[in-house]
């Protein structure tokens, strides 16, 4: 009976394997309605802390110069953190 049991938990995990493996690439959605979502039930934390995100190769020092000068003259106080390496594993 034990023996039926996993036999029987095994094929259902294969098959919901399958299906996961299957819907690889049909979910892509374009736009930010997903985000808006998530921020929502999670209360808005964003509101919580503002922050300018800075990505990309280059120009991050420019910008964060630009924004840097922009808060000062509307007498904001800011801070920086600047990540020197990413992580992408």
Request: hydrophobic content about 40%.
């Amino acid at each position: 009976m034990i023996h039926m049991a996993l036999f029987a938990r095994e094929k259902k995990m294969e098959k919901i394997e399958d299906w996961l493996n299957n819907r690889i690439g049909l979910n892509f959605r374009t736009g930010l309605e997903r985000m808006k979502q998530a921020i929502s039930l999670l209360g808005h934390p964003e509101k919580a802390c503002p922050m300018i995100h800075v990505t990309g190769t280059n120009g991050k020092g420019s910008t964060v110069a630009f924004y840097s000068i922009c808060l000062f003259n509307i007498k904001k106080s800011w801070v920086f953190y600047i990540a020197t390496h990413g992580n992408c594993s």
